[in-house]
């Protein structure tokens, strides 16, 4: 009898969660001793159990010789806290407005609240996770960008891309065995001493392409990507980097940021990136070691 109780003593479940481990193995070792970049946020972030089970899959995958690097956003945490203190906030193309008073909060949440909170569930599981901010090490540099809606561009205030990555903290990291959890904040390289309010899906993207990895997953907050929303019957499980490229400008405004992440890794030389279901428990493991995943799956 294991010491390990796992609570089953029908011994056909068992040989049910067994052949399940077993029909696992051509992925697990597709994805041994790679790095996969998984961007973490929005509404996978606000239940503890969708918390608890994302945090039980990064551990698995250290545990099975997966490299997991974990980029997070908090946009429904930092919406929460600005209006807490009575600081407007709006969104314009997808991202969020960001004043010079707001970025002191997106910092504090980001970094001061999620960062760690997240760093406590994988380590629950063991001493595996360790923080980072894109302003530590010189990991992200950033410069401020505006958008464009309906023809007219529109200042976004402390909100930049990223614009510069260097992966060395993070491959240090990953040689002591830790798991890194990145918070998607960057230095404004034109103004030394400044933040700037990088998105998450972006900078996941740009970290996946530095560091050279297998797979970049995004969670989010649909199963997936559809040719004709809102058409359910629409979803696109897999698609090539050239079809993606001619649907972005049709996209709604919510999901370009997520796609253009994935078209930016597979065009940067990720193998695959792939938009994912975060409400769905356990959706990272499903994505990765099954034959069929979840959700959309983007190659170049």
Not at 92 to 121: F, H
Not at 132 to 144: I, K, T, V
Not at 238 to 258: D, F, N
């Amino acid at each position: 009898m294991s010491d390990i109780d796992i609570q089953d003593t029908d011994p056909a479940a068992a040989s049910e969660r067994a052949v399940t481990l077993v029909e696992s193995l051509p992925w697990v070792r597709k994805y041994r001793d790679q790095v996969v970049v998984v961007k973490y946020g929005g509404n996978a972030m606000v239940s503890d159990e969708l918390q608890d089970a994302f945090a039980a899959d990064i551990a698995y995958l250290r545990y099975v010789g997966v490299k997991p690097v974990v980029v997070h956003g908090g946009g429904p945490q930092i919406s929460s806290m600005l209006n807490r203190l009575d600081i407007p906030s709006e969104f314009r193309g997808g991202y969020r407005v960001t004043s010079t008073e707001a970025i002191g909060v997106v910092r504090m949440v980001l970094t001061g609240q999620i960062n760690p909170q997240l760093v406590a569930k994988v380590n629950a599981h063991g001493p595996l996770a360790t923080g980072l901010s894109g302003e530590d090490a010189g990991l992200f540099g950033g410069r401020r960008r505006g958008v464009v809606v309906d023809g007219v561009e529109h200042d976004l205030g402390r909100v930049g891309d990223v614009v510069t990555v260097d992966p060395q903290p993070v491959l240090d990291h990953l040689a002591a065995g830790r798991v890194p959890i990145v918070s998607s904040i960057a230095p404004d390289l034109d103004h030394p001493g400044a933040s700037l309010n990088v998105n998450a899906d972006a900078a996941a993207a740009a970290l996946a392409i530095a560091l050279k990895a297998a797979k970049l997953v995004v969670l989010t907050d649909v199963p997936g990507l559809y040719a004709d929303w809102p058409n359910r019957d629409s979803l696109v499980s897999h698609l090539t980097s050239t079809e993606l490229r001619a649907m972005v400008p049709r996209l709604e405004s919510g999901m370009i940021p997520k796609m253009q992440a994935c078209l930016d890794a597979v065009d940067g030389g990720v193998p695959t990136a792939a938009i994912i279901d975060g409400r769905v428990p356990h959706s990272v493991l499903v994505e990765l070691f099954t034959s069929k995943g979840i959700g959309t799956e983007v190659v170049a």
